[in-house]
T-cell receptor, first 113, second 111 residues
Framework: DSGVTQTPKHLITATGQRVTLRCSPR?????VYWYQQSLDQGLQFLIQ???????AKGNILERFSAQQFPDLHSELNLSSLELGDSALYFC????????????FGPGTRLTVL | GQQVMQIPQYQHVQEGEDFTTYCNSS?????IQWYKQRPGGHPVFLIQ?????EVKKQKRLTFQFGEAKKNSSLHITATQTTDVGTYFC???????????FGSGTKLNVKP
């Protein structure tokens, strides 16, 4: 158990819909990262937050947005969903920035029908 | 384009054989991390290398960081079925504060 929690575990929705994925980092970690992993693919970095502020941005679509709240939990919002958005979404946390070990949550499996 | 390249994409070995995966960047890296993802699981941190030419060992695993800090390798001696999974490298680009995961090497070990 990494100490990072993600909800929900599974999510099935239809094209055009909007969903919110939630992540609670390990106690004491200030950075939260979001990744997308399509079937048998690598990890695509989406975005990083540090202590409530956006720190780094990867290949995140305009239909996707994220935020980190004062209690350091984070949410990833995916809107106007397309079939191709079906993937495993991981959240990871680290104590500080990108030079630190990242602890990954169990992931949320999103299926868009 | 892909900032951190990893090869091979797949590797099938017989139990007891050695295995190596390579990670290459066109840009100098501040550090490199290695992660392992078991089938159906999430990535788990293995190690971080920071110094030029650094070599670290964890039991049967040997990690190297190149002298120019642009490449790295993970070598597993005498693989076991428990080594099955995908191995990812992840590097922070020096002076850019950007972090990239390699595409991963999927290792299958036949008993």
């Amino acid at each position: 158990d990494s100490g990072v929690t993600q909800t929900p575990k599974h999510l099935i929705t239809a094209t055009g819909q909007r969903v919110t994925l939630r992540c609670s980092p390990r106690s004491g970690d200030l950075s939260v990262y979001w990744y997308q992993q399509s079937l048998d693919q690598g990890l695509q970095f989406l975005i990083q937050y540090y202590n409530g502020e956006e720190r780094a941005k990867g290949n995140i679509l305009e239909r996707f947005s994220a935020q980190q709240f004062p209690d350091l939990h984070s949410e990833l919002n995916l809107s106007s969903l397309e079939l191709g958005d079906s993937a495993l979404y991981f959240c990871a946390s680290s104590y500080q920035g990108q030079g630190n070990e990242q602890f990954f949550g169990p992931g949320t499996r999103l299926t868009v029908l | 384009g892909q900032q951190v390249m990893q090869i091979p994409q797949y590797q099938h070995v017989q139990e007891g054989e050695d295995f190596t995966t390579y990670c290459n960047s066109s840009t100098t890296l501040s550090n490199i991390q290695w992660y392992k993802q078991r089938p159906g699981g999430h990535p788990v941190f293995l190690i971080q290398l920071v110094k030029s030419g650094e070599v670290k060992k964890q039991k049967r695993l040997t990690f190297q960081f190149g002298e120019a800090k642009k490449n790295s390798s993970l070598h597993i001696t005498a693989t076991q079925t428990t080594d099955v999974g995908t191995y990812f490298c992840a590097g922070t680009l020096y002076n850019f504060n950007k972090f990239y995961f390699g595409s991963g090497t999927k290792l299958n070990v036949k008993p």
